[in-house]
């Protein structure tokens, strides 16, 4: 039977008092049983994730032998990020947290095994793939959010960055494990193999959420439905100036660097003669140096380097991409996309700890939906950079990408002079208060 929350909070507070906030790489993971189990069920269902995300950009490739299609693929799948974001929120804030995951959950799993079967029966098409993968990305928009709310109910507050940081390493070491297992599958047996293991992976994944505690929303003043419901996470990031620059800084590296992942088969193919199991290496890469950066922010003393280190890590990101986009030794490709992976994970573990630290948790879900509608724009640099590669090739898309990120970090960075100058504990703007952003 599982677990209620008013247990799991109640073993978390014994454990804490007994351990230094302190306590280490893996401190949240010691000691929160129900928060150790979470980062298992990542570890899981994540693999299984990155495992459809390679099997899907190689079988695009292969059924439409075209970049802008690959394009096209990475819009159909994040676009619903954009769509489904702000009533996602709505519902994370308003139901157990936990059942919501499960429905999520459940629905990836359907959708991967659907394409295990049409691939199989050789009855996919473009348009079908698209669809599937539209499909696939309304459930993950809330899969991602709602995993990310239900972090701070289960840890302290004074160890939520090691928590957040945890969970980052448990995601990106599946970008380890999950390319590496799908490019050994479809050098082997094939795509139709990968999905069907990848939709394996989520059914357990299923298994192990249903021992998670029940997560049901604190009460809350924001009860009024409809538009004004949809719309409280964006007017308290519009209140606070802190929330909103994280936000818009997050933005830049997600939308015009992130498409060089959904163009990685064709570097692969065409820029470095490598094969499916080289675009394994080159995304395991990519994942090793996640893992790396993630622990890095989980070591560290909590909040310390501020949002400058945001801004940096984000600053090597882009020029570390940049760098991978044309070199053609494959060697330095796979150093580059570790030192890509190493710093971009740093700075979205930042950021997105940072982000939770401010929020309260009767609006933590549409906040964090807010948040994750960078996520649901990148379909929108995807298919810039896509009909970019298509025109110039895809070295020079993404070089000229990487250049109007760049660009836009040092404009932000002008525009919010406390993502340089502050530390990201905000000791300028007052505690949330919540009639500022009461509904109706």
Not at 97 to 109: C, D, E, I, P
Not at 300 to 312: C, E, L, T, Y
Not at 414 to 440: D, H, I, T
Request: hydrophobic residues 55%.
């Amino acid at each position: 039977m599982p677990q209620t929350i008013r247990e799991t909070d109640r073993w978390s507070k014994m454990r804490s008092e007994r351990d230094a906030p302190s306590g280490g790489v893996l401190h949240s993971a010691r000691v929160y049983p129900a928060f150790r189990l979470l980062m298992l069920v990542t570890l899981v269902a994540d693999s299984g994730f990155w495992m459809y995300q390679v099997a899907l950009g190689w079988l695009a490739l292969q059924t439409t032998d075209s970049p802008f299609f690959l394009g096209m693929v990475g819009f159909a799948g994040g676009i619903p990020l954009l769509l489904a974001g702000l009533p996602a929120g709505v519902i994370i804030d308003r139901l157990d947290r936990r059942s919501v995951f499960l429905a999520a959950q459940g629905g990836v799993m359907m959708v991967e095994a659907a394409f295990a079967l049409l691939t199989g029966t050789s009855m996919i098409k473009p348009w079908t793939l698209l669809v599937l993968v539209a499909t696939f990305g309304t459930l993950i928009s809330f899969v991602f959010p709602t995993r990310t709310a239900m972090i701070p109910s289960l840890v302290e507050r004074r160890n939520l960055e090691n928590a957040v940081a945890l969970s980052s390493a448990a995601h990106n070491t599946t970008r380890v494990i999950g390319p590496s297992l799908a490019g050994v599958l479809i050098g082997l047996f094939g795509v139709v193999e990968t999905f069907a293991i990848a939709a394996a992976m989520q059914a357990l994944a299923l298994i192990l959420t249903i021992r998670l505690p029940l997560l049901k929303p604190e009460s809350s003043a924001h009860g009024a439905g409809g538009w004004s419901s949809l719309t409280v996470g964006l007017r308290v990031v519009a209140q606070r100036p802190s929330l909103l620059a994280l936000i818009v800084l997050a933005l830049a590296p997600t939308v015009l660097v992130m498409p060089y992942i959904n163009l990685m088969p064709v570097f692969a193919r065409d820029e470095l003669d490598l094969g499916s199991r080289g675009l394994g290496v080159l995304l395991a890469s990519t994942g090793l140096g996640t893992v790396v950066g993630s622990i890095a922010v989980a070591r560290r003393p909590s909040r310390k380097g501020g949002s400058r280190s945001q801004v940096i890590t984000a600053a090597v990101f882009i020029a570390s991409v940049m760098a991978f986009s044309v070199t053609p030794i494959v060697a330095m490709a796979v150093l580059l996309l570790f030192l890509a992976g190493w710093v971009s994970a740093s700075f979205f573990a930042m950021n997105q700890a940072a982000l939770q630290m401010r929020v309260e948790d009767d609006v933590r879900g549409r906040v964090i939906s807010v948040y994750f509608l960078t996520w649901g724009i990148l379909p929108l640099g995807q298919l810039l950079v896509g009909a970019l590669a298509s025109q110039l090739g895809t070295p020079l898309a993404m070089i000229f990408s990487c250049v109007m990120a760049l660009t836009s970090v040092v404009v932000i960075v002008w525009r919010f002079p406390s993502l340089w100058g502050q530390s990201v504990k905000n000791k300028e703007e007052p505690p949330l208060v919540k009639a500022s952003y009461q509904e109706g």
